[in-house]
């Protein structure tokens, strides 16, 4: 099986090529194709990818171009994982929002808004390109953020695509350990949006023991997403890390003025990397690679790729899907983040129980901010972003989306082409 990464000179690969060279057994891969334009960063992450499956071992063959016809020609699998304008957009999504006191971060509020129309204009583009080539058969793994909007824009137009994120695989694995349970026991009732998700359950061998982690790792977990004790034993869920920008708004913008951006941070973690990928001797992951983000990334997406190529039996995972009245809240074409049914013939969501108000609130507004958020990235124009903006729960406010509009815009002409008309 050949397997095509678009945005293969990123620090996160050699996390995926560690996944595939452990799992030689389930996952069939002979030749696996990095594509990148940055020629320096992909050679080298090329070249220690190798090494890394060399020294496990695995026979896989690891080339590299900056050619996307040539390198997704006969995939059986195209994952995605950009970054459109680099950390120095990263680090301008990261702190424009503080001009109305904000939270500023990556994928959510105006900083998300901001990468998501720099990100689908390009990944549509990708993704026709590789219908063209690979043809209609061929699965799109994507992961790049923000995953929900970007998900929908690629199902919107008929791609053959499932979305993925690694918040779910993490806790699974924290709530395994903590149970003393085997990692595959252990299902999830993960409920929400991309980077929006509570885990309102958490089954074992059928029995839930939500309430067993709760009752005795309360404060382990609510340190570890960054909530209140009393609010999770409260509402019986357990939220991921990225609800603290909701939940905990103003105390998240203060934090933020006071700390290096996490943009300047992982800059210099790349740097380092890229020169352990560099060196000739290393053939094994660097733990300098934990630093930049992504836990369990491999885990997560070599199991998606093995459910969706193998035609085996359906597995169960995390992805990002077509809501097709999962939440009945929601519209049909929504997508969701749930645990769904995965095989040869895609994703298909688990059937949850209804949906307490005091989270399907803020589902509900933020998949309207994402429709609104999707249809500015398509089609374009000032006011749709301002729009999306005043429809995001972290905005909200007239004065303020129109603000957070008109710098957004002029921060990211130079992706926007009809910014500059």
């Known amino acids: 099986m050949k397997l095509a990464v678009v945005g293969g000179g990123s620090t996160y690969t050699p996390e995926l090529i560690d996944g595939i060279a452990g799992r030689r057994a389930s996952l069939d891969v002979d030749e696996i194709v990095l594509i990148d334009p940055d020629a320096y960063r992909v050679e080298a992450v090329g070249g220690f990818s190798q090494r890394l499956l060399d020294h496990a071992g695995h026979p896989a063959r690891v080339r590299t171009t900056a050619n996307l016809e040539e390198g997704v020609d006969g995939a059986s699998a195209v994952l995605i994982q950009l970054r459109v304008g680099g ?12 001009l109305c006191g ?8 105006a900083g998300g808004l901001a990468k998501a129309l720099r990100t689908v204009p390009v990944v549509l583009d990708i993704a026709e390109r590789v219908r063209k080539v690979a043809g209609d058969d ?15 824009a690629l199902l919107q137009e008929g791609h053959r695509a499932v979305g993925l994120c690694n918040v779910a695989i993490n806790l699974q694995r924290k709530f395994a350990k903590l149970l003393g349970a085997s990692t595959g026991d252990v299902k999830l009732v993960h409920t929400g949006l991309n980077h929006l998700s509570w885990e309102r359950g958490v089954l074992v061998d059928g029995v839930d023991r939500l309430p067993e982690l709760l009752a005795q790792h309360a404060e382990f977990l609510g340190e570890e997403v960054s909530v209140p004790v009393e609010w999770m034993q409260r509402m019986q869920a357990v939220p991921s890390y990225y609800l603290k920008y909701y939940y905990s708004h103003d105390a998240q913008v203060a934090k933020q003025q006071t700390e290096r951006p996490r943009a300047e941070v992982v800059s210099d973690v790349e740097e380092e990397l890229l020169k352990i990928y560099l060196d000739p001797d290393q053939n094994t992951k660097p733990e300098s690679l934990e630093k930049r983000g992504g836990a369990y990334y491999s885990e997560a997406a070599v199991q998606l790729v093995h459910a969706l190529t193998s035609g085996g039996a359906a597995e169960e995972h995390v992805v990002n899907v077509r809501n097709n009245g999962t939440f009945d809240f929601l519209p049909d074409d929504a997508v969701i983040e749930v645990s769904s049914t995965v095989d040869s013939a895609g994703a298909t969501p688990i059937p949850q129980t209804p949906v307490d108000p005091r989270f399907a609130g803020l589902i509900a507004g933020v998949t309207a901010y994402e429709h609104l958020a999707l249809d500015a990235a398509v089609k374009g124009g000032r006011d749709r972003v301002a729009d999306a903006l005043l429809a995001h729960p ?8 129109d603000k957070l509009a008109d710098e957004l815009v002029a921060r990211n002409q130079d992706f926007l082409p009809w910014a500059r008309a």
């Not at 061929?138 to 929908?152: A, H, K, L, M």
């Not at 972290?394 to 989306?401: E, T």
């Open 138 to 152: 061929t699965w799109i793994v994507n992961f790049t953020n923000p995953v929900g909007i970007v998900t929908r």
């Open 394 to 401: 972290l905005v909200g406010q007239y004065p303020k989306a």
């Open 102 to 109: 904000c939270v500023g971060q990556e994928t959510t509020g």
């Open 87 to 98: 950390q120095k957009a990263r680090a301008s999504d990261e702190t424009f929002p503080h």
